[in-house]
């Protein structure tokens, strides 16, 4: 199916694009790399008065290093960040999650913002934003604001960003020389939405006792979810099996996992608790001992 027709305003910059969701109203939609709303569009499964284009305002599509964070305009596109030697570096999670999302042809078009501001709960990138602690930078007719990941997203495809506002940054913060990380997903086959994943970064001291742990998952509740407790069990401590075992086991009691036609929410309780346990102990496998 085609997309029904639809008005159409490209923003010169960010202010222009706010004014434009101001004049008129929620029923407009940003439209960044359009993966997603081009075709909930073309299902009819959403329909804005008039699309916003930002695609050709300038400044949106940095990658740097800002005070211990990396920080990614919303409108880069996820090919770029996934070979980015700079991403590589300071954020390595991040590559190894964009290999999940989608295919390439996707990624060369879909934009970090768009994931992140589009809130899919089964997604990977606002799985990542959340669980590394990110910050989302956003503006409005009032200016801008920062929002931690764990606030900004509020439910199924909802977030704290008022209508006329823009995400303009996402900003994560930098994981130490010698992290390790790993990411483990159920998904039917490679490139489809998984049906739950897990994601983890580990970091250890000179004596071997985990002294950085980030656990995410995706796909088991209406949002995205950082595991602090089975953060909380592994910090401090040694990453033996009955250390990461006991971890896992926490996950069930975090989660909040409904049924739908891929999965029974008992069959993704049990399989998150699997896959963050696998996905620690390969982050501790590959994590070296330099700070
Ligand atoms: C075949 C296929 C497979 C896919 N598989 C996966 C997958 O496995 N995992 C996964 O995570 N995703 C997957 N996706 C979705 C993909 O990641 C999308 O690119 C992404 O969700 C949206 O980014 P976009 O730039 O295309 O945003 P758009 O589709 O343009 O916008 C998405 C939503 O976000 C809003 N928006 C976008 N940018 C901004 C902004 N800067 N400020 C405010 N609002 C904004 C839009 O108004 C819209 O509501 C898949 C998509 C396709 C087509």
Known sequence: MKPPAVKYARAGDVREAVALLTEHGSDAKVLAGGQSLVPLMSFRLA?????????????????????????????????????????AAEVPLLPQVLHHVGHITNRNRGTVGGSVAHA?????????????GGELVVEGPN??????????????????????????????????????VAVEELA?????????????????????????IRVAASGVASVPLRLHAAEEVLAGAQPTADAIDAAAATVTASVHPTDDVHAPASYRRDMIQLLVKRAVAAAVERSGVSA
């Open 47 to 87: 329909r804005p008065s008039i699309l916003i284009d930002i695609n050709r305002i300038s400044g949106l599509d940095q990658i740097r290093v800002d005070n211990g964070s990396l920080v990614i305009g919303a409108m880069t596109r996820q090919r770029d960040v996934e070979i980015s030697d700079v991403v």
């Open 120 to 132: 899919d709960s089964a997604a990977e990138l606002p799985a990542l934003v959340t669980g590394l």
């Open 143 to 180: 200016g801008t604001r920062t929002i931690a990941a764990e606030d900004y997203f509020t439910g199924t495809f909802t977030t704290a960003m008022e209508y006329n506002e823009v995400l303009t940054e996402i900003r994560i913060p930098r994981l130490p020389a010698g992290t390790g």
């Open 188 to 212: 039917r086959r490679h490139g489809d939405f998984a049906i739950v994943g897990a994601m983890a970064a580990v970091h250890l001291a000179a004596d071997g006792s985990v002294d950085l």
